[in-house]
């Protein structure tokens, strides 16, 4: 449960490797073209892709350089030490639920007033019986499901979780084919007890994504969550699979729109904050 101030010590959703093979992607670039602008030998770049790093300094500069990566955050990666923020500020009780997904992990997040038993949940991981293994034992109650978008990693526990739960409303995103989910589109507010939840349309991972901003309004000194799905991680972001251009548009539109004290809750790796990753995500310059 987060509450109080805490520094999440879990693993990042992305190395440095996978890092420069979402930036050469992004920069439409092959490991001989990046050879050729960096001055790095490509079997240099094909190694760090393969997580044997041998890169200096200097490489990590041109590197950061030729791909317009944030060079402070891609160093810090390189050394390990990513940096992670302090979280702290929430209104409420947020609990990230994190499920296996074949090489990963998937987070799912119940928001709840942390004196009652009763909770929103932001997507569902793939798997409800270990879901159940993370499941916080005081929430008996789930007022209403959101889902970020539909894929298995994201939503395939939400069947298992309605036959425990009952007829709880499930919202999608615009365009994506959940079985009774109601659609939300850009704006849409909905108020839940003392929450507020403001939905974000951020097509770019796929076509059919939301992102959440789940306030307090009764608190309104409190940070806002922004439930980020597959479109911001610490230290990274999510594969723009769908639509480089509006990935980027959406990216942008959430680390200038959001407070910097907005607390991330991505759909992969540990929280983070919109001034943590305005100052050191390498795709953020
Ligand atoms: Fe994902």
Not at 102 to 107: E, F, I, M, S
Not at 156 to 167: C, K, N
Request: include cysteine; glycine fraction near 10%; charged fraction near 20%.
């Amino acid at each position: 449960m987060m509450a109080g101030v805490v520094i999440e010590q879990i693993a990042l959703e992305d190395e440095l490797g996978d890092v420069l093979e979402k930036a050469m992607r992004y920069a439409c670039l092959n490991d001989h073209e990046l050879a050729l602008r960096s001055g790095v030998s490509a079997e240099k770049i094909r190694d760090a892709i393969d997580y044997r790093y041998d890169l200096e300094p200097a490489e990590l500069h041109r590197l950061a350089e030729v791909l317009r990566l944030n060079e402070v955050g891609l160093s810090a990666l390189a050394q390990g030490h990513y940096p992670l923020p302090e979280i702290s500020g929430l209104p409420f009780c947020l609990y990230p639920l994190r499920t296996p997904h074949g090489v990963g992990v998937a987070n799912a997040y119940v928001v709840a007033d942390c004196a009652l038993s009763t909770g929103l949940l932001f997507d569902t991981g793939a798997d409800i019986s270990l879901l159940r293994r993370v499941w916080p034992k005081n929430i008996r109650r789930l007022e209403a499901v959101f889902i970020t978008h539909a894929e298995t990693e994201h939503m395939g526990a939400l069947q298992g979780i309605l036959a425990e739960f009952g007829s709880v409303p499930v919202f999608r995103p615009e365009g994506a084919t959940i079985e009774g989910a109601l659609a939300l589109g850009e704006g849409a507010r909905l108020s839940f007890g003392g929450f507020e939840v403001k939905t974000l349309r951020t097509p770019g991972h796929v076509e059919a994504h939301n992102c959440y901003v789940v306030t307090t309004p009764r608190v309104p000194a409190g940070s806002p969550l922004l439930v980020a799905g597959d479109v911001l991680f610490a230290g990274s972001v999510g594969a723009p699979y769908f639509c480089r251009h509006q990935f980027s548009e959406h990216l942008t539109r959430l680390l200038d729109q959001l407070p910097q004290g907005a607390v991330v809750a991505p759909g992969h790796g540990p929280l983070t904050t919109i001034a943590n990753e305005r100052r050191f995500n390498p795709f953020v310059v």
